[in-house]
């Protein structure tokens, strides 16, 4: 069976049949649009894309992996505002001869990440496509308080870290590589583990500035760092090595630290606060916010790629 045979519309039957709707989701799928609930009058709204071959592999990963992945990382930019996601939209494109078990185990994962904060897939499109590519958008509630954004970070404050970084690049080397074990890192990469509380929790404790680890620690504080017209200085010491990623760094030849500095894609939250703030443990203090510009290590500029970039692979 292929998703030519059962057609379009028989798809969109088949995977709408195994969504569950939360709260936020006033009409879900069937007519022309969607209507969510957006309590706070303003919607916090994200896109992101995966497509194959670039973004993942059938063949590293399972239909449902992709779908907790693709969700996750939209998620993690709405949480990433200090919002609570209320809904997703997902765009389809695919080869005309894949099973159509495939989409509906995908769909499965989708809503299983979104109901992990209550979410839920309310719509979105099907199309054919010699690519498999899979867009999907996320909307966010605010509950009434401004958004964390990128530009507010000011010198003296803390650079703190929610979540864990280099598991997912671990997982990918390890793959790139031909084997599928550690299991921990190759699962971490698989489906990553998101903080989503940690979002409005941050915008709660004053958070000045936040953002989604998904293309590299040092990468993206470097957006923070620009957009507010600060440095920052991470504390090498502040990141163990957690055995497994030690032992697989090793095996492989690799800089641990690498992967935990520069690598992406388990969207863990990194932020700033005042100096003072008492921070949760779920809140890591990593490093300063300092005059200046850039991000640097132990005060030292680091040596190698500072994170992913789609289009020159790394920076």
Not at 256 to 281: C, N, R
Request: net charge negative; aromatic share 6%; charged share 20%.
């Amino acid at each position: 069976m292929t998703v030519a045979g059962v057609g379009e519309f028989g798809l969109i039957d088949r995977v709408t049949a195994r969504l569950t709707y939360g709260e936020s989701c006033l009409l879900g799928p069937g007519d022309d649009a969607a209507v969510v609930a957006a309590p706070d009058r303003r919607v916090v709204a994200s896109t992101d894309v995966l497509v194959e071959g670039r973004h993942f592999r059938r063949d590293w990963s399972t239909a449902r992996d992709v779908g907790h992945r693709a969700a996750a990382a939209n998620l993690a930019d709405i949480a990433a505002m200090g919002a609570t996601p209320t809904a997703l939209l997902v765009a389809l494109c695919m080869p005309a001869e894949l099973d159509p078990g495939w989409a509906e185990e995908l769909t499965d994962g989708l809503g299983a990440e979104a109901a992990l904060v209550g979410a839920s897939v309310v719509g979105g499109d099907m199309s054919a496509s010699p690519t498999l590519t899979i867009a999907v958008t996320a909307l966010g509630d605010l509950a009434g308080r401004p958004p964390v954004v990128r530009s507010g970070a000011r010198p003296g404050d803390v650079v703190a870290l929610a979540g864990r970084t280099g598991w997912a690049a671990a997982g990918y080397t390890v793959l790139s590589r031909g084997f599928r074990t550690p299991r921990l890192p190759v699962e971490a990469f698989r489906r990553p583990e998101v903080p989503y509380p940690a979002g409005p929790e941050a915008a709660e404790l004053g958070a000045t500035a936040m953002i989604d680890v998904s293309d590299g620690l040092l990468a993206d504080l470097g957006h923070v760092a620009k957009a507010s017209g600060v440095a920052v200085d991470l504390r090498r010491e502040a990141f163990e090595v957690p055995r497994q990623m030690r032992d697989a760094a090793q095996a492989l030849g690799v800089d641990p630290y690498s992967w935990i500095l520069a690598g992406g894609d388990d969207h863990a939250l990194a932020a700033t606060f005042p100096p003072g703030v008492a921070l949760p443990e779920r809140w890591r203090p990593v490093g300063r916010v300092t005059e200046g510009a850039g991000v640097t290590v132990d005060g030292a500029a680091h040596v190698g790629p500072a994170g992913w970039d789609h289009f020159r692979r790394a920076e």
